[in-house]
């Protein structure tokens, strides 16, 4: 016997169960970066002699965004002075908020790591990028990682509470196997919280020798593995097989992500850093309010435990723009990205509040319905199948079913996340889901027409 399942969705359709998500922390929603590159467009300024803040403007302007995270860099300033006057300035505001940050790199001039017998200080991003200096018993590499996060935590302990700072592994090149034991003991000396980013990478070149699937299954001490991972070029449509194949692109880095750590006794939480920004250098055009709202699902759909925009503000010199930019007019986007986190899919709800059902799911498999065309899909999980059609209209092609669904557990338990990948307003779709009926299974169904 099947039991068949049929409602509207254009681009969200959760199977929960009521749950309690207090037992784990709460649905992290974060951005990524501070401040530009010209000292005439830097939020920080200067607010008397030695104490310095971020322009209050701008300090509300990211606690309205419906963050409750925030990832800092640094270009032409110290990193970690970046982060004490974004913490200073956020515990200045007017309602003080849960807010937490993390630090990306401490740059080679930061005066606040001595001793001078370490070349460069202790610097944790630099130390990242030489991790297989490691040694046991400890080396001075060793030494200087674990006093370089001594140093941090105690600079930031009187807002602790709130925002604090902790370095994640540099990218570059962190994908080779010698410096797998390093990183996992940089992990391990974190005094909070560690984070380990990097670009998808699905086949060996360069510096790689592993891919994101062996990364992620195998920096088992991270407590969240960050993916970059942004598939929209300038040349990439806006609908059809083309643009479905940049998303394939997409699903597969997060995937990886998931099955990394599904498959190994890692602790990390998958936290995807997703495109908003459009660059010249990258070649990358400015996603649409629908495609950053379907990044948010697939990863939901796929594991995710937390969600980072990149990008908030200007990095580089090259026409980056995404949530924020003192020289461009970014409101739109901004509006955008702040209607998705203030109230999910007209629901009402906070992305974070939406995410906290998903913190104590165990993600177990995902599946791109217009690759797996044959019944059943999945026996293990009681997929049968699934379609989609034009409301009212015609049923899409197996091979044209661009549906992604995300198999989560709560005990014995199955959810799942469906989402229509198709992201033009023209694109609605009735999707059927069947599923083979057994006397243990029971599902209940949220619908939802937008």
Request: glycine letters at 6%.
């Amino acid at each position: 016997m099947r039991q068949r399942f049929f409602f509207f969705a254009a681009l969200l359709v959760v199977f929960l169960a009521n749950q309690n998500a207090s037992a784990q922390s709460v649905f992290r929603v974060g951005a990524w970066c501070l401040h530009q590159p010209q000292p005439a467009l830097q939020a920080i300024y200067e607010q008397s002699p030695g104490v310095w803040r971020v322009f209050p403007h701008e300090r509300d302007k990211l606690l309205n965004l419906g963050l409750n995270y925030f990832v800092a860099c640094a270009y032409r300033l110290e990193a970690e002075d970046a982060l004490v006057f974004m913490g200073d300035s956020l515990d200045a505001a007017p309602v003080r908020k849960d807010f937490k940050s993390t630090l990306e790199y401490t740059p080679p001039s930061n005066p606040y790591f001595p001793p001078a017998s370490f070349p460069g200080g202790y610097q944790l991003w630099q130390r990242s990028l030489r991790a297989e200096l490691y040694t046991n018993p400890t080396s001075a590499w060793d030494d200087s990682v674990a006093a370089g996060y001594r140093a941090m935590y105690n600079r930031h302990l009187s807002r602790i509470d709130g925002v604090h700072s902790f370095v994640i592994a540099a990218e570059g090149c962190m994908s080779q196997w010698s410096k797998l034991p390093g990183l996992n003991f940089m992990a391990d000396s974190t005094i909070i919280d560690s984070f380990f980013e990097t670009g998808y990478v699905n086949v060996p070149f360069g510096c790689h020798d592993q891919t994101t699937y062996n990364m992620a299954k195998r920096l088992v001490r991270a407590d969240h593995f960050m993916l970059s991972q942004y598939v929209l070029r300038d040349t990439t449509s806006y609908s059809g097989s083309p643009f479905q194949a940049r998303l394939d692109l997409l699903v597969s880095g997060f995937r990886d992500v998931a099955r990394g750590i599904r498959d190994s006794v890692s602790v990390a939480k998958p936290f995807p850093v997703l495109q908003t920004q459009q660059s010249t250098a990258d070649s990358l055009r400015l996603p649409t309010k629908e495609e950053i709202l379907c990044q948010v699902n697939l990863a939901l759909a796929t594991g995710a435990k937390a969600i980072c925009y990149y990008v908030y503000s200007t990095v580089t010199a090259t026409g980056e723009t995404g949530l924020l930019n003192a020289a461009r007019d970014t409101t739109a986007q901004y509006n955008r990205v702040k209607d998705i986190n203030t109230n999910y899919q007209g629901t009402g709800q906070t992305l974070v509040n939406i995410g906290a059902n998903f913190l104590n799911l165990a993600w177990k498999e995902d599946f791109s319905i217009h690759q797996n065309t044959t019944e059943p899909i999945s026996s293990t999980y009681k997929l049968y199948d699934v379609t989609a059609r034009i409301p009212g209209g015609a049923t899409d092609a197996e091979a044209e079913t661009y549906v992604e669904t995300g198999v989560l557990q709560s005990g014995a338990t199955n959810h799942y996340m469906v989402v229509n990948r198709r992201c033009t307003n023209t694109e609605s779709r009735e999707i059927t889901m069947t599923f083979q009926s057994t006397s243990a299974n029971a599902y209940s169904r949220a619908e939802r027409n937008v």
